[in-house]
């Protein structure tokens, strides 16, 4: 059962540059219905690892990865796609905190200190509220509704802080006495 999670979670990062690939293209709507299944993914790998016991140690590293890689993958493609340098600044914010964290991670493993870049409920929403924000702008370009992609700015604004703050945070906890 361990591999076949392991599967799933795998999935949600080769659909990331396919779904890029579809942005690239302007398939819109296949952009959506991709992202949507991501996202089954990322609740269907967590709740059969917890339903079976089947959690590993390469799960957990692979599941948070997975998220990063489609949340790269897409900011990218849509700030190229929606030609914003709102989108493309934030994304590099976002990008440039979770290269940070996994570099305080590392670091932490390296000196007996993991406990400390444990993941927290704030930076679990961060993930959802980025991929809440994803989602909306692929929406917004499915349905050609701009005024959607304005409400999705207003979202990725306030991820990217959510995001620097918990980046903020872990590195406290990793250099704390």
């Known amino acids: 059962m361990t591999n076949f999670i392991n599967f799933i979670t795998i999935a949600r990062i080769l659909l990331a540059p396919i779904i890029l690939v579809f942005l690239i293209f302007g398939n819109y709507l296949v952009c959506v219905l991709l992202f949507f299944l991501a996202g089954l993914t990322d609740y269907y790998d967590g709740y059969l690892a917890r339903k079976y016991n089947a959690e590993s140690e390469l799960g957990e590293i692979l599941d948070p990865i997975a998220d990063k890689i489609l949340i790269v993958f897409i900011l990218i493609g849509l700030s190229v796609e929606l ?3 709102l989108m493309a600044l934030l994304s590099s914010l976002i990008i440039a905190r979770e290269i940070g964290v996994a570099a305080l991670r590392d670091f932490s493993a390296r000196n007996n200190l993991s406990d400390r870049t444990k993941v927290t409920f704030l930076a679990k929403a961060k993930t959802s509220i ?3 924000t994803i989602g909306l702008y692929l929406l917004a370009l499915a349905i050609s509704f701009n005024l ?3 409400i999705s700015d207003i979202f990725l604004i306030i991820a990217t802080f ?7 945070q872990y590195t406290l906890n990793v250099f704390k006495k």
């Open 83 to 85: 030609n914003s340098q």
């Open 130 to 132: 980025q991929l809440l």
């Open 148 to 150: 959607l992609i304005v």
């Open 162 to 168: 959510i995001t620097l703050y918990t980046g903020y």
